[in-house]
C-alpha cells in the first residue's frame, strides 16, 4: 500500500525539499560541485542537513529536472556541464545572479535580452491600444515616484513585463525570468540611491520607450528599449 504525504506532513516534506533544492543547487552554480564530479550520496546528504532520505529524493528529482545534476544506476548522481543546464529556470537564473562573480552570467543575460527585448518593444508599437499605452505610461510614472529602490525595481520589472506582454508573442512573455534575474542584478549593483539627475534620466529613457510606442514607431521603441539596456549594462559594469 502507497500512502501520500498529506496536510501538514506533506508541507513539512515540501518545505524541506525546497530547503535542500535551494542549497545544493547554489553550491552547484557556484561550483562547490564542479561540472562531471560526483555530488554526496543519499546519507550524506540526509545528514547534512537533517532530512529524511524520502526529501533527499525529491529534491535530486527537482535538480534533474533543472538540468543540474544527472543520476545514473550503480553510478551515483554527477554535476552535468554548464552548457546543459536550464538557464530559463528562474532558480537557476536567481542561482547565477546572486554569483560574488556574476560577470559572465551577467554578460550572456545582457546579450540575450538585447536580442528579444527590443524586438518586443518594435511589436507592442504595432499592436497596443491607447488603454494599454496610458497603463504603460503609468508604470514608467511609477518608475519616477516610488518610495524606495525595492518599489522601483518591482515598476521596473512590470515594466519590462508589460512590454513583454504587449508583444503578442507568447515565447517572449514567457521570458520575463530573463528580465527578473537582469533587474535584481542591478539592483544589487546600485548600492545607494540615484541622485536626481540619475533619476531623471533613468526615467526619461524609459518614457522614451513609451513615446515611441503610443506613436507606433516600432524603430524608435527597438532603439529606446536597447538604449534602457545598454545604460543598465553601464551601470553594472561599474559596480
Known sequence: MTFVATGALGNQIGNHTDQVVEQLGRAIVAGEYPPETMIPLDPDISEMFDVSRTVVREAKKTLIAKGLIQSKAKVGTHVRPASEWNMFDPDVLRWHAALKNSRPFLDELFE??????????????????DAECAALSRLCDNLATGKDRAAVAVADLEFHKM???????????SLGDLVQAALYSLFV????????????????????????ITAGDGDGAS?????????????????
Open 189 to 212: 549593483a546600485e548600492a545607494n540611491e540615484r541622485n536626481d539627475q540619475e533619476t531623471r534620466e533613468f526615467v526619461d529613457r524609459h518614457r522614451a520607450i513609451v513615446t515611441a
Open 112 to 129: 540575450i535580452r538585447l536580442i528579444f527585448e527590443p524586438a518586443a518593444a518594435s511589436r507592442a508599437a504595432r499592436k497596443a491600444t
Open 163 to 173: 512590454i513583454l506582454k504587449l508583444s503578442g508573442n507568447r515565447f517572449l512573455q
Open 223 to 239: 532603439s529606446a528599449m536597447r538604449e534602457v539596456i545598454l545604460a543598465g549594462r553601464r551601470i553594472e559594469i561599474g559596480r
